[in-house]
């Protein structure tokens, strides 16, 4: 039977088991709707503020600043579209290597007459705080910065980041989808005023997420309809989905040094195994990075192909964003980063998680030495 090894962790997550086993209850038995005042509704009413009080002690936050969301693109949709912006500070910066619902949520705000200034990462990916001091001004309402790349794993000094904005007046937003369950977060020790977090990116399931609006901060509800989630967004609560998302964080942050070594171990013995061939690659990305990601471009080859290779050996990786997967043009954050031009368009990337194995590693290296044979 073919083999097949799952190293695609970044583009979405298998469902914690765990999670899974809580959600069956709020599907099949607890089902009733949480805004409803009879006495059925009061588990999963119970289950929803539970939910909510694990995930705020899980990146140091309070119950109520955490907002229930249908995923990272809502949130930071959500984050950057409603925040209450001082109408006579019309700047907003971001950085040439945020995901796309970032990116394209600030070109809305384009037609609101907001200017979108976007700062560029050096050939690592990271973006020195210099470039921020240099475009931040007293014009300046929204900075939004994520926390590490969902392409090349660089994380970024967000505390600095924050800090430089606060001086200067400004909110700060960090698009941690890549980042929340994988590396330590605390939301107050960053300073943050919004954070996007997704479930699926952390072994919880598909369509849920949440949005972390510091107290005091000011924003404007989403959608329009009911009064859930303290009139912020309206829409009845996906519980169940809600109650998986709380048990997989809380079994990922309370595992993270364990999974943090074990991707990492997995990630060195890829490369020193891959140093062994001689295959032509770069790897991508700053020192500081998520675990287990690896962002390698290999010498007048074709990512997408590599990807069609690897699939046919029973192997599924990446060649980007997964949002973007179809299309072959070298990808915004490669371009970002300047990889040389003989092996930009070979991109791929590797993401493993707490499933994956040393064997894993020893198949997908010789896969790729078949291919490059
Ligand atoms: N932000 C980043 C950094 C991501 O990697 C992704 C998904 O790949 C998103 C936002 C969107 O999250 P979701 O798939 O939950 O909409």
């Keep these: 039977m073919k083999k097949f090894i799952y190293a695609d962790n970044a583009a979405t997550s298998k469902l914690d088991m765990d999670a899974f086993e809580a959600m069956k209850l709020y599907l099949l038995q607890e089902f009733g709707n949480v805004s409803q005042p009879y006495s059925f509704s009061r588990k999963p009413k119970k289950a929803l503020q539970k939910a909510r009080e694990i995930i705020a002690t899980c990146i140091g936050a309070m119950p109520d600043e955490i907002y229930f969301t249908s995923g990272g693109t809502e949130s930071d949709?959500?984050?950057?579209?409603?925040?209450?912006?001082?109408?006579?500070?019309?700047?907003?910066?971001?950085?040439?290597?945020?995901?796309?619902?970032?990116?394209?949520?600030?070109?809305?705000m384009e037609s609101f007459g907001y200017k979108i200034k976007?700062?560029?990462?050096?050939?690592?990916?990271?973006?020195?705080?210099?470039?921020?001091?240099?475009?931040?001004?007293?014009?300046?309402?929204?900075?939004?910065?994520m926390y590490a790349n969902n392409e090349i794993g660089t994380i970024q000094d967000i505390k600095t980041l924050c800090d430089i904005s606060h001086s200067n007046g400004a909110l700060f937003h960090c698009d941690a989808v890549q980042a929340i369950g994988h590396v330590?977060?605390?939301?107050?020790?960053?300073?943050?005023?919004?954070?996007?977090?997704?479930?699926?990116?952390?072994?919880?399931?598909?369509?849920?997420?949440?949005?972390?609006?510091?107290?005091?901060?000011?924003?404007?509800?989403?959608?329009?309809?009911?009064?859930?989630e303290n009139d912020l967004?309206?829409?009845?609560?996906?519980?169940?989905?809600?109650?998986?998302?709380?048990?997989?964080?809380?079994?990922?942050?309370?595992?993270?040094?364990?999974?943090?070594?074990?991707?990492r171990k997995l990630e060195d013995l890829f490369i020193r195994e891959l140093d062994k061939t001689n295959i032509k690659y770069i790897k991508n990305g700053a020192k500081d990075k998520l675990p287990g990601l690896l962002s390698l471009s290999f010498r007048n080859s074709d990512g997408e192909a590599i990807l069609h290779r690897l699939d046919l050996s029973g192997i599924c990786v990446s060649t980007g964003a997964a949002c973007n997967s179809t299309d072959t043009q070298v990808s915004h954050v490669i371009n970002a980063i300047s990889v040389d031009k003989a092996y930009e368009k070979g991109t791929i990337r590797i993401s493993f998680g707490k499933d994956n194995t040393d064997d894993d590693v020893h198949e997908i290296v010789s896969a790729l030495c078949k291919i490059f044979s």
């Design 184 to 228: 330590k977060i605390n939301v107050k020790d960053l300073g943050v005023d919004l954070l996007s977090a997704s479930a699926h990116k952390f072994n919880g399931p598909k369509g849920v997420g949440f949005l972390y609006v510091k107290k005091g901060t000011h924003i404007s509800s989403f959608f329009a309809g009911g009064s859930q």
């Design 233 to 263: 967004r309206a829409g009845t609560e996906n519980i169940a989905s809600i109650v998986g998302m709380a048990v997989a964080l809380k079994n990922n942050c309370d595992n993270i040094e364990n999974n943090v070594q074990h991707n």
């Design 118 to 145: 976007y700062l560029n990462v050096d050939n690592e990916g990271t973006i020195n705080s210099s470039t921020l001091e240099e475009a931040i001004d007293n014009t300046t309402s929204l900075v939004s910065i």
């Design 77 to 108: 949709n959500w984050a950057i579209k409603c925040i209450n912006l001082n109408q006579n500070k019309k700047k907003i910066i971001t950085s040439s290597i945020e995901h796309h619902a970032v990116l394209n949520a600030c070109k809305f």
